[in-house]
């Protein structure tokens, strides 16, 4: 038997806040013909930007994440505000987090984060031939260190750890399938 999507039978907003909002969906099972509630976090899309340098250089960001109440590595990124495209996001969030901009931005793959609970995908960028530009802008609510690795240490980076944020490593994962595959030795 093939799945098919469930028929929504109604969908209420139950609160907004400045990140998401979370909804309420009643459906319809096609397989049973029972109803059952899901609860579906609405939020924007975000983007995240793999900046790498002339020199073969990622520049990392180091930032606290409350979620889970620790210092993470990463890339910069962020979420993409109404009336802004993707890219625009990415190369701002670049600059902002970074001090950083690029001289070509390229998207290299879109995911779901979480589909079974959230609505949105987020966009990875490879920001080519970055320079330093100008000085951080950071948000009231962020706390960014700038982390300058060779290229060729992510994978260890990532083995031993050291990056292991799902949206970073799916970021890389598609970095390496796509454009560095002859690169990656085990």
Known sequence: MAVKPWKIVSSKMEKSFRI????????????????????????SDWVNVIPLTRQEEVILIRQYRHGIREVTLEIPGGIV????????????????????????????GTVYPNPAFLNNRCHTYLARDVSRTGKQDQDANEDIEIVI???????????????RHSLVLAAFYRFYMEYRASAISY
């Open 81 to 108: 505000e109404k009336g802004d495209s993707p890219e625009d996001t990415a190369r701002k969030e670049l600059r902002e987090e970074t001090g950083y901009t690029a001289s070509e931005m390229l998207l290299i």
């Open 149 to 163: 690795k060779p290229l060729e240490d992510i994978p260890g980076l990532i083995r031993r750890g050291e990056i």
């Open 20 to 43: 998401f909002n979370l909804r309420t969906d009643r459906a319809l099972s096609p397989r049973t013909g029972r109803e059952h509630d899901f609860y579906v976090l609405e939020s």
